[in-house]
């Protein structure tokens, strides 16, 4: 069936009547889940058993969540969904620096975790098989930017860089069609598939990751550029 996912989550959160509820949610959807209760355990999941997406509350003890996903980000850029009783616009946008990808408030609607979950995995695992060989087709060069379809790699100025899997899907967007410009709206409708209602903030720290992976100087860009009031292109020759 084409809405089948598979794949495995790691849930952690202190709270094991929460790790336990969001187990059932997810293994009732086909999904298999590993289970942690503090930031420690879940780097040691991470590292020890294969995980395609993780769902992590902040407030833990011996290490938060935020502590944990910049560890998590320094080498693995599996989906990150952070699941959190802090509702602050501030506290997402510090999420979202940190490098998650998604952010939902306690209490959380069941139902949208879980179609959270299935469309940033079927993102994720649909990116490509690095069993292919990649040819032509699959590499977009814009300047001295190159982004390989198949094995989900960037290569900046002959740096490989390392992107989230929605950095990713963003800095495709952008150059499959470089030159055009993309409001905020359009981005977050493009890439997340869902409709935009004030995700400026989302998209903004999103973008500003990306330049900071594949700018030599962030704050004079040659690639991704802001058009003032309108949104964002990557320029057609990376000047």
């Not at 780097?43 to 992590?56: A, F, G, H, R």
């Not at 930017?145 to 989230?164: F, M, N, P, Y």
């Not at 998209?203 to 992976?213: F, L, N, Q, T």
Request: glycine share 6%; no cysteine; hydrophobic share 40%.
């Amino acid at each position: 069936m084409e809405n089948v996912v598979n794949g495995t989550v790691l849930v952690v959160d202190d709270d094991r009547d929460i790790v336990s509820a969001i187990a059932k949610l997810l293994e009732d959807e086909g999904l298999s889940v590993i289970k942690a209760y503090d930031g420690l355990q879940a780097l040691d999941k991470i590292t020890s058993e294969k995980v395609d997406l993780l769902v992590i509350d902040i407030m833990m003890p011996r290490l938060d969540g935020l502590s944990a996903l910049m560890k998590i980000r320094q080498s693995n850029n599996i989906p990150v969904i952070v699941l959190s009783a802090k509702s602050e616009d501030t506290d997402k946008i510090l999420g979202l620096s940190m490098g998650a990808d998604d952010y939902i408030t306690k209490p959380y609607n069941p139902m949208e975790l879980t179609a959270r979950v299935k469309a940033h995995l079927r993102r994720y695992l649909s990116l490509g098989s690095a069993n292919q060989s990649p040819s032509h087709d699959d590499i977009i060069r814009v300047g001295g930017l190159e982004l390989d379809k198949q094995t989900h790699t960037v290569i900046a100025d002959g740096r490989q860089s390392s992107l989230t899997a929605t950095e990713y899907k963003i800095l495709r967007l952008l150059m499959e069609n470089a030159g055009r410009i993309f409001s905020a709206e359009n981005i977050y409708q493009n890439v997340w598939n869902e409709d935009a209602y004030a995700v400026e903030n989302t998209v903004m720290v999103h973008i500003r990751h990306i330049r900071e992976k594949i700018e030599i100087n962030p704050k004079e860009p040659r690639y991704l550029k802001v058009v003032w009031g309108i949104g964002y292109k990557i320029e057609k020759h990376g000047k």
